[in-house]
């Protein structure tokens, strides 16, 4: 069955630095998202991404991230300048143009700024 | 936008007895309402999900109710086992371009 990966899986970086998280959406899906879960809460959106633009963010989008799909099968999600409130679960989702609500998740980059 | 809010945030039941958790929206216009399962430190999976032309749907030990009206919806576990100890996110989305956006999750204990 086809999936959403991604990569790293844990990444552990200090406070400032720039961090980016790569996804490898589904491969004919078309609809990209960004989701973060600050551990034990809820999944919040960040930001959709769809026909190579941003179609959604919200306030949490702010302008330290920014999205990129640099080829036909990665999805980045790039934090320029990393604060210790962005330690979370970051998920890539992907969904088809058939039930583009119907979301896959990938198993998640763990960020942990120090 | 659209808000959910879910209820309840806990819930400890005892093997074989039923578990509920519903679920608002705010939004009149979503029209699909998907329930996930997440286990701990691991991705939120799609366990059944219901469009807004259907009240109820069925998928063998869960079932999931939409009432359009009153703007909410319910996910019904029955028979419940020990490995259904997760957290539940019940979610809206008016299908299309906007985001899918989840309630703050039941954390469910099955109690053997």
């Known amino acids: 069955e086809p999936e959403v990966t991604q990569t790293p899986s844990h990444q552990v970086t200090q406070m400032g630095q720039e961090v980016i998280l790569r996804c490898v959406p589904i491969?004919?899906?078309?609809?990209f998202y960004w989701y973060r879960q600050i551990l034990g809460q809820k999944v919040e959106f960040l930001v959709s991404f769809y026909n190579n633009e941003i179609s959604e963010k919200s306030e949490i989008f702010d302008d330290q991230f920014s999205v990129e799909r640099p080829d036909g099968s990665n999805f980045t999600l790039k934090i320029r300048s990393t604060k210790l409130e962005d330690s979370a679960m970051y998920f890539c989702?992907?969904?088809?143009?058939?039930?583009?609500?119907?979301?896959?998740f990938g198993e998640g980059s763990r960020l942990t700024v120090l | 936008g659209e808000n959910v809010e879910q209820h309840p945030s806990t819930l400890s039941v005892q093997e074989g007895d039923s578990a509920v958790i519903k679920c608002t929206y705010s939004?009149?216009?979503?029209?699909?309402f998907p329930w996930y399962k997440q286990e701990l430190g691991k991705r939120p999976q799609l366990i059944i999900d219901i469009r807004s032309n259907v009240g109820e749907k069925k998928d063998q030990r869960i079932a999931v109710t939409l009432n359009k009206t009153a703007k909410h919806f319910s996910l019904h576990i029955t028979e419940t086992q020990p490995e259904d100890s997760a957290v539940y996110f019940c979610a809206a989305i008016y299908s299309g371009n906007t985001p899918l956006v989840f309630g703050k999750g039941t954390r469910l204990s099955v109690i053997a």
């Open positions: 939004d009149s216009a979503s029209n699909y």
């Open positions: 491969s004919n899906h078309l609809y």
């Open positions: 989702a992907s969904a088809g143009t058939g039930s583009p609500g119907e979301l896959f």
